[in-house]
């Protein structure tokens, strides 16, 4: 989608910038309750639209971008951090090295999911004042980035889809 030259990092950052404001923007239309956090599948779709079109930067700064400003504005919680930030990376990073949109699928999920819950659970206990034990934030991230994994797939996917018709037309 974009060049590699100085302005097309400066589009990078635009789009990531975009980005993060659609996510603050859309969270409390698209995040519900869950547990002690909210689950937000687009910050997913997020990270992953980002991981294949800029990169694992972009990525990483706009899941923490987002995080900052929902928890500003009460819309997050504390958790958005890891579960967002580890997903960015692992999706970025994965993606990077394959190419492959299932890879950036699979690092969103796998660094978000399980990662980030896990890395959730002394976040929750320390400052939250939760008990519940690590699986319970790795079910509850599952859920939230599973639904924002799919999201993603069929649209990213899609547009490919699309991109090679045109293609074969001209």
């Given at each position: 989608m974009?060049?590699?030259?100085?302005r097309?990092?400066?589009r990078?950052?635009i789009?990531?910038?975009l980005l993060?404001?659609a996510?603050?923007?859309?969270?409390?239309?698209?995040?519900?309750?869950?547990g002690?956090t909210r689950?937000?599948?687009?910050?997913?779709?997020i990270?992953?639209?980002?991981a294949?079109?800029?990169g694992t930067?972009y990525?990483?700064s706009?899941?923490?971008t987002?995080?900052?400003?929902?928890n500003?504005?009460?819309s997050?919680s504390?958790?958005a951090?890891p579960g967002?930030m580890?997903?960015?990376?692992l999706?970025?990073?994965?993606?990077?090295?394959?190419?492959?949109?299932?890879?950036a699928?699979?690092?969103?999920?796998?660094?978000t999911?399980l990662?980030g819950?896990l890395?959730?659970?002394?976040v929750?206990?320390?400052?939250m004042?939760?008990?519940?034990g690590?699986f319970f934030?790795?079910?509850l991230?599952?859920v939230?980035?599973?639904a924002?994994?799919?999201?993603a797939?069929i649209?990213?996917?899609g547009?490919?889809?699309?991109?090679t018709?045109?293609?074969?037309?001209?």
């Amino acid at each position: 989608m974009f060049e590699n030259d100085s302005r097309s990092s400066l589009r990078k950052w635009i789009f990531a910038a975009l980005l993060a404001a659609a996510g603050v923007l859309l969270s409390p239309v698209f995040s519900f309750p869950l547990g002690v956090t909210r689950a937000f599948p687009l910050q997913h779709m997020i990270n992953i639209f980002l991981a294949v079109l800029c990169g694992t930067r972009y990525g990483i700064s706009a899941a923490f971008t987002t995080s900052v400003i929902r928890n500003i504005i009460g819309s997050g919680s504390l958790l958005a951090f890891p579960g967002s930030m580890i997903g960015a990376f692992l999706s970025g990073y994965l993606y990077s090295r394959t190419k492959k949109l299932w890879a950036a699928v699979l690092g969103e999920f796998t660094g978000t999911s399980l990662i980030g819950g896990l890395v959730s659970y002394p976040v929750a206990a320390l400052f939250m004042g939760s008990s519940k034990g690590a699986f319970f934030y790795i079910s509850l991230f599952s859920v939230s980035c599973g639904a924002g994994c799919l999201i993603a797939f069929i649209v990213l996917k899609g547009i490919h889809i699309f991109q090679t018709n045109t293609i074969k037309e001209k």
